[in-house]
Nanobody
């Protein structure tokens, strides 16, 4: 059974940083592209970033230069380092496997 468990969210002031983690199990992590998506209050899912099997990384324009996706194939864990956070980054963040499975999400709130 595929399991994706996100953690690391919280309340942070504008300009602050957070590092999200997604612990995975139930599949061969190194064989799949992985993604981060987010859902802001009252809005639909928004793609944030993808890391391919070959470690090619892509980002939404809204986070480029501020967020960094990475993966540890020994720990079977996906990460999202988020710097210079803005209020518009407030959302529930989900990691997703390239075949569509999604975790339960972790809340990120950027506010004074």
């Amino acid at each position: 059974e595929v399991q994706l468990v996100e953690s690391g969210g919280g309340l942070v002031q504008p300009g602050g940083s957070l590092r999200l983690s997604c612990a995975t199990s139930g599949f061969t992590f190194s064989n799949y592209a992985m993604n981060w998506v987010r859902q802001a209050p009252g809005k639909g899912l928004e793609w944030v970033s993808t890391v391919s099997v070959g470690y090619y990384r892509t980002y939404a324009d809204s986070v480029k230069g501020r967020f960094t996706i990475s993966r540890d194939i020994i720990k079977n864990t996906l990460y999202l380092q988020m710097n210079n956070l803005k209020p518009e980054d407030t959302a529930v963040y989900y990691c997703t496997k390239d075949t569509g499975e999604r975790g339960q999400g972790t809340q990120v709130t950027v506010s004074n």
